[in-house]
């Protein structure tokens, strides 16, 4: 998570280096790319907590026929997610940026960015699930590795693509695009050679009955888990769609400046996610082994790691602010924005993690519509608290920024509440196979 993290910020460095009004062209484009990795998370979410069980139950045989499946639907659905984009992604920049002339030309930018990287849509949701299926099988070193050469090659790509050295082509946003594309294709290719260390073998054998190798059980179960949590990212993505007109009212500064958070921001926030997936993992594991108590008790342990990883990056966040926004750009207005950002944002960190890490327990319980519930209904009440301290009662940006802080906050202490009623335990279920399970070797 730390790389895939880095890959955002080196991308954002160095369109930072492009100027004001790329930058926030490009910061505009990366909510629907957001919203990409949320839809995939249907798919990644489910498989990991289907796999992880099954492979807690000492039955790889259906752990592979789930991974078929998690395989082949997160592939369809980034190919159906890219159409939309593809067509209506001018519409959906020039709504979030509204009419001035500036706004227009981040526009035209951000499209031309944005659409490049959904025509790899279908590779991003197909990494995602890799992941998740090595996750599920106690591998995350294996996902450690593969991102660790694709940042890499970003690394030596970006700059390349996008200022145009020597014989190289000065593309600007688009070369940022190329190079990520690039990037994950190796990774993809990575993958696919590292298939062979998983405890069950993937793909078809000669004369299989397809039968083993896909199964309607395992799909419905896996979107039975993935949609709950996915619907609340969903909606995450959605809001802040919602809530970039509102900053953008304040000009193309303010857009840059929030982007910029979001990119520093990431580093914690994937780091949490990082520890949600382990939860997914080990709660779903000692669940599939009959082993409830063991699985609340690896869920309170991923809680505390990620408070102890929140007041790290909280206080990195306190004390290093105008570093941090220094580092994408050097515009005094920008740095106005941005450095109180990060100053207020601090303070969402831990309630941020608490919540994530306790949605990822929930999910590999396979209980995911009460987190859901107050995850989205949180994030939604931050687009109408935001125009009316921002706009209605003229309270200026930092306003928006605490209401975001004070909703999280509340959202973490519900989801803990829950969690510890045992709301998990009384819905959760170990995941059997069909009642007519294709046999065979794994």
């Known amino acids: ?96 940026a509204g009419s001035t002339t500036e706004g227009r030309e981040a526009v035209r930018i951000g499209t031309s960015y944005l659409g490049l990287v959904f025509l790899w849509a279908p590779i991003h949701c197909l990494n995602d699930t890799l992941s998740a ?42 070369g940022a695009a190329l190079a990520t594309n690039l990037s994950f294709t190796l990774v993809t290719v990575l993958y696919v050679t590292r298939l062979k260390d998983l ?6 054998r000669p004369g299989e009955d397809l039968r083993k190798v896909f199964s309607r059980h395992w799909l419905y179960e896996i979107l039975r888990i993935g949609i709950p949590p996915s619907i609340a990212f969903v909606t995450f993505c959605l809001v802040y769609m919602l809530i970039a007109p509102i900053v953008g ?20 926030y994937l780091v949490c996610h990082g520890l949600s ?5 080990l709660v779903g594991q000692n669940i599939g082994a009959g082993e409830m108590e063991r699985a609340r008790r690896a869920a309170w342990v991923a809680v505390r790691i990620v408070m102890l990883a929140s007041l790290g990056t909280t206080t990195l966040y306190l004390v290093g602010a105008p570093l941090w926004v220094s580092l994408f750009s050097s515009d005094p207005e920008v740095l106005a924005v941005g450095v109180p950002y990060l100053h207020i944002m601090a303070f969402a960190q831990l309630p941020m993690g608490v919540a ?30 935001a125009r009316w301290l921002a706009l209605t009662n003229g309270l200026g940006l930092n ?22 009623a045992g709301l998990w335990r009384k819905g959760a279920k170990r995941l059997e196979p069909p009642s007519n399970p294709i046999g065979g070797t794994p």
């Open 1 to 96: 998570m730390l790389l895939e993290t880095l890959f955002n910020l080196l991308n954002a460095f160095w369109v930072g280096k492009l100027g004001t009004l790329a930058f926030a062209a490009v910061n505009l484009a990366s909510f629907t790319v957001w919203l990409l990795f949320a839809l995939a998370a249907i798919i990644t979410t489910g498989t990991n907590s289907v796999v992880a069980q099954r492979i807690g139950a000492g039955d790889p045989m259906q752990a592979r026929r789930a991974a078929h499946v998690g395989i082949l639907t997160s592939f369809c659905l980034g190919v159906v997610v890219a159409f939309p984009v593809l067509i209506f992604s001018d519409d959906l920049l020039a709504w979030m």
């Open 133 to 174: 299926i090595f996750r599920a099988a106690g591998d995350t070193r294996t996902p450690l590795r593969v991102y660790a050469v694709g940042f890499a090659v970003n690394f030596v790509l970006d700059p390349l693509l996008i200022f145009g050295p020597g014989p190289f082509p000065r593309l600007e946003v688009v």
């Open 199 to 204: 405890p069950f073998q993937l793909g078809r």
């Open 249 to 268: 009212a304040f000009g193309p500064a303010a857009l840059a400046a929030l982007g910029i958070g979001h990119r520093c921001e990431s580093l914690s």
């Open 277 to 281: 997936l382990a939860a997914i993992t």
């Open 356 to 385: 994530m890490v306790v949605q990822g327990a929930f999910s590999g319980a396979g209980v995911t519509v009460p987190p859901t519930i107050v995850a989205t209904t949180s994030a939604l009440l931050r687009v109408p608290l």
């Open 399 to 420: 306003s928006i920024w605490w209401a975001i802080v004070g909703l999280t906050t509340v959202q973490s202490l519900v989801m803990a509440a829950l969690f510890h």
